[in-house]
């Protein structure tokens, strides 16, 4: 079997095998990291809750039943906000069409580029546990929940993807090309001797060294049986090159592609490879950096179409709480919460934030303050 070559940019030759061998891996590894990261922040979105603030308080309306348990009929939240994140991080934008009292994610769209009026949808495709439907509606951008994340480090680092792609395309057609055209080597010992041949009138004549190579060329790409007859000092053999890709190499390449797929997304290097040490909070800078800006992006766009510019002036508005999502010991936590309720917070709200339901009775919405904070009549001041 040949190994076939291609040329590298300083002239060495390389095998193309090796070549696609060796980017087919890159790019399982590189897509293996994307979906890890894609998979990180939108799990830790998924695991939030979606809060319904109004003036008085949280509510437990239709709204939170449609962002938090089932925004549709045929998906669960924790499904729906994951594809919707998903594809934010991978497509650059997210459309959530509201269809009556639902939300569906949108598979594909058309939209107009209109800067100072509504935008209009058309040929939207919508999407539910992997099954799609067309829809004849037409929707404007104040009936659609359109999500767009403009993170250059990203698309970048996609785009280095789609880059390894082509190299394996590329390789993979200059084998194809190869197939039938092997390379050989023609070697001949001392000076060139005297090869000589008959011409079809039967006399002889002396071939040079070149139209001796053609007359071998064509032979070994005749479909006929030929015979190739060397004088003594000459060989010709196959061209052949072993692999030099060891598991060691996969091994460092795997780890290169990992730190550069977190850096572009954002993440702790530490938490994407699972190195998380006592020393630093690293799952507090992964909230941080990775995944606060997805929830800001959410907020802002549910706020702008649920809520509305007047109810969200007088106090009412949709957040998430991403403290659900990190894990919290209570006895770890037990001298923490205590310092919260010294200073004023309520028993229900302590609950919440360690993912308690509230009690809802006055005992839980009661506010004390155990510090001996006291107005200093004299000096109009604060003590202790």
Request: glycine share 4%; aromatic share 8%; proline share 1%.
């Amino acid at each position: 079997m040949f190994n076939f070559l291609t040329q590298k940019k300083n002239g060495e030759m390389q095998s193309v095998l090796d070549l696609i061998s060796v980017d087919i891996k890159k790019m399982k590894i590189t897509q293996m990291a994307i979906e890890k990261a894609v998979g990180m922040i939108s799990h830790a979105i998924a695991k939030s809750e979606f809060v319904v603030q109004g003036v008085d308080g949280r509510k437990l309306d239709d709204l939170y039943w449609l962002l938090n348990v089932r925004p549709n009929l045929n998906e669960t939240a924790t499904d729906f906000w994951i594809e919707v994140v998903q594809k934010l991080l991978k497509e650059s934008e997210a459309v959530i069409c509201v269809i009556g009292n639902r939300f569906y994610l949108a598979d594909s769209f058309y939209t107009d580029n209109s800067v100072t009026r509504n935008r209009i949808y058309r040929n939207v495709v919508i999407s539910a546990n992997d099954e799609t439907m067309q829809l004849n509606k037409q929707f404007t951008s104040d009936q659609v929940i359109h999500l767009k994340a403009k993170n250059k480090k990203i698309y970048a680092f996609m785009k280095t993807v789609m880059s390894i792609h082509d190299d394996v395309v590329s390789a993979m057609e200059n084998a194809i090309r190869l197939k039938n055209t092997p390379k050989f080597s023609f070697t001949m010992a001392g000076q060139m001797p005297v090869i000589r041949t008959l011409n079809p009138d039967g006399t002889e004549r002396t071939l040079t060294i070149d139209e001796f190579k053609n007359n071998i060329k064509t032979m070994l790409e005749s479909d006929k049986i030929e015979v190739v007859q060397l004088n003594n000092g000459m060989s010709l053999d196959k061209i052949a090159i072993d692999t030099a890709v060891t598991s060691e190499d996969i091994v460092k390449m795997s780890r290169e592609i990992f730190e550069e797929c977190a850096f572009a997304f954002d993440i702790p290097k530490s938490v994407f490879l699972g190195e998380i040490t006592e020393k630093a909070d690293s799952t507090n800078e992964f909230i941080t950096y990775a995944v606060s800006w997805i929830v800001e992006l959410i907020q802002d766009s549910l706020n702008a179409i649920l809520v509305g510019k007047e109810d969200y002036l007088k106090g009412e508005k949709i957040w998430i709480d991403l403290t659900k999502f990190k894990h919290r010991d209570l006895v770890e936590s037990a001298g923490n919460l205590d310092k919260l309720r010294a200073i004023g917070f309520s028993f229900d709200e302590i609950r919440e934030a360690i993912g308690y339901e509230a009690l809802n009775d006055d005992f839980g919405k009661e506010r004390v303050i155990t510090k001996n904070y006291t107005d200093d009549l004299e000096g109009g001041g604060v003590k202790e």
